[in-house]
């Protein structure tokens, strides 16, 4: 079965079919870093590791770009307030690069923590701004853009006469005007209550501004994606991708800006959203102050959840509902993620132990155990739906359970079709998805455990069990001290 994606613009699933096969570019709209990131901020980075995770699986050459937005971002999420990196570096009386560079750089250690590989490239908006001039150029010299005052805007009725603006998002332009009021703040100077800001003329106290042919001033939100993507996957990308809440008006400017530049496309075959994440029912988002950060689940307690839960776990957590489906966020359903995930890295110690018995080839236990293999490529093939692939690991882990455990049915399946099914499930579960075991013993803990065995077997004059302890510890570069106060122990210094 071939690879089956979802595409937002045309709505139905469709075969993934690279613009130029076997290069495959993959965009992901990143965070932008004012602050820490939220559990919400993952789902959209995890949901595109296992997809480029995938592709690479199907022998595909991944370009995989994931920006970071550090300029442009109003607080409307539109074209009014003030820049969000600005007013944080405000805030903390520091400069907005320092604010970016730091929630940056956590948001990186989060998603590596969580196993996303890091992106091919990674670039910042605020370093592309002869970019993203240059876009804004080509649609001025193309008719679909104005400058006011040092601020250059988009022509949405303009780009109507021939393209359609919501064709993403199936909005009409009817239901885009009831839903916007022409009278808001900095909105006067637009021909159209529609229009959106290209490049915005900066005021005095402005603190990120750049020189351009319009004036001093900073590029708009949507803009940074379109540049990006052009400059590193070309002016027809394969994968775009993000959450539900980008679709409009983000990426929906963005189809317009790429349409209406000297690229004339939409910017990307197929366009991919991820759902929400929800708490009790309610969207995740920082207005509404329910969202959980990142380091504190780790860690936790914190909000709605009465512990802390590993990377690992939240990934799993994340992956086993259909990216296109909203995920609640609780502590049953986190608990029973974790049970999962455990149950996967058990299989994975499983297969250590599952040696074949049988010589032959094509024996009675056969068929069932390929189908079980060939069951958990079904699910991602059709739409990435590692839900489903999830469901046929377990399906295929209660066979290796009963091959274990029934040394009758091991022998009805010969080494090579129990080779190929261990071989799959290694590399689904850790390749694929990206799950990988993460210690939960205390190493202090377990260190102090064994040196009471260790003071047992002394009082005991169990010397060969002392002498074993001993010999153990050095193994692992700890030295056993005993001293008057009592038994100690040390690095080993040779």
Known sequence: MPLNLYNTLTRKKQEFQPVHPPQVGVYLCGPTVYSEAHLGNARGPVVFDVLTRYLRHLNYQVRYVRNVTDVGHL????????????????????????????????????????????????????GHIIEQIQVVEEIIANGLAY????????????????????KLSNRSIEDQLAGTRANLEGQSEKRSPL???????A????????????????????????????????????????????????????????QGSHSHTDEARFWMHNNMITVNGTKMSK?????????????????????GYSPMVVRFFLLQA????????????????RKGYRKLMNGLRLLEKLVPTADGADLSGDADLRKLTADIFIGLDDDLNTARSIASLFNLLRKFNTLATTPAAL?????????????TYRAVVTDILGLVDEPRANAEQLLELTLSFYS???????????????????????????TKAGVEWAYSEE
């Open 287 to 307: 207005s509404l102050g329910n969202f959980v950060l990142l380091g504190d689940m780790f860690k936790g307690p914190t909000g709605p959840l009465a512990s």
């Open 203 to 258: 005021s005095p106290e402005h603190i990120m501004r750049w020189p351009s042919p319009w004036g001093e001033g900073f590029p708009g939100w949507h803009l940074e994606c379109s540049a990006m993507s052009r400059k590193y996957l070309g002016d027809l990308s394969d994968i775009h991708g993000g959450g539900l809440d980008l679709m409009f008006p983000h990426h929906e400017c963005e189809i317009a800006q790429s």
């Open 456 to 482: 047992e077997a002394k009082a005991e004059k169990a010397y060969d069990k002392v002498d074993l302890i001993r010999a153990a510890l050095k193994g692992q570069g700890i030295v056993i001290k005993d």
């Open 147 to 166: 400058e006011v005052n040092g601020s250059v805007y988009f022509d949405v009725p303009k780009y109507n006469e021939n393209q359609r603006y919501g």
């Open 195 to 201: 229009d959106f800001a290209l490049w915005k003329n």
């Open 322 to 337: 259909h990216y296109r489906s909203p995920v609640d966020v609780s502590d049953d359903a986190l608990q029973a993620a």
């Open 411 to 423: 022998a009805e399946v010969s080494a090579a079709a129990l080779t190929e099914a261990a071989a």
């Open 75 to 126: 607080e409307s999420d539109a074209d009014t307030g003030e820049d969000k990196m600005a007013k944080a570096a405000r805030a903390a009386r520091i400069e907005p690069m320092q604010v970016a560079q730091h929630f940056a750089n956590r948001y990186r250690q989060h998603m590596l923590a969580l196993g996303c590989l890091p992106p091919d490239i990674e670039p910042l908006a605020s």
